[in-house]
Nanobody
Framework: QVQLVESGGGLVQAGGSLRLSCTAS????????MGWFRQAPGKEREFVAA????????VYADSVKGRFTMSRENAKNMVHLQMNRLEPEDTAVYYC?????????????????WGQGTQVTVSS
């Protein structure tokens, strides 16, 4: 069992930045690949970014590539999502998730555990 808690969401104007964090507890954090997903009202949950258990591999959705940076601190059982040059289209609830495998990192079904989500709102 793994518990995930997101933090760092809030309201920011377009062009601004936020850093989301996800803290894990339970089984050994370093054994899990991690992902960020987001869900806007009326839309399906979509992939944002993923990082391998060691941090050696990081992948991003095309919509955030070049603006968002995902990282992890295994010693602290944490992953982060640095979001720069935010746009109104980034407004969504952002979820942290943990997976045992890294083959289909952009698919919801790959992830075993999910956090409660944190709201990010970007005003124009």
């Amino acid at each position: 069992q793994v518990q995930l808690v997101e933090s760092g969401g809030g309201l920011v104007q377009a062009g601004g930045s936020l850093r989301l964090s996800c803290t894990a507890s339970g089984r050994t954090f370093s054994n899990y690949h991690m992902g960020w997903f987001r869900q806007a009202p009326g839309k399906e949950r979509e992939f944002v970014a993923a990082i391998s258990y060691s941090g050696a591999s990081v992948v991003y959705a095309d919509s955030v590539k070049g603006r968002f940076t995902m990282s992890r601190e295994n010693a602290k059982n944490m992953v982060h999502l640095q979001m720069n040059r935010l746009e109104p289209e980034d407004t969504a609830v952002y979820y942290c998730a943990a997976a045992n495998y890294y083959k289909r990192y952009d698919r919801i079904s790959e992830y075993r555990y999910w956090g409660q989500g944190t709201q990010v709102t970007v005003s124009s």
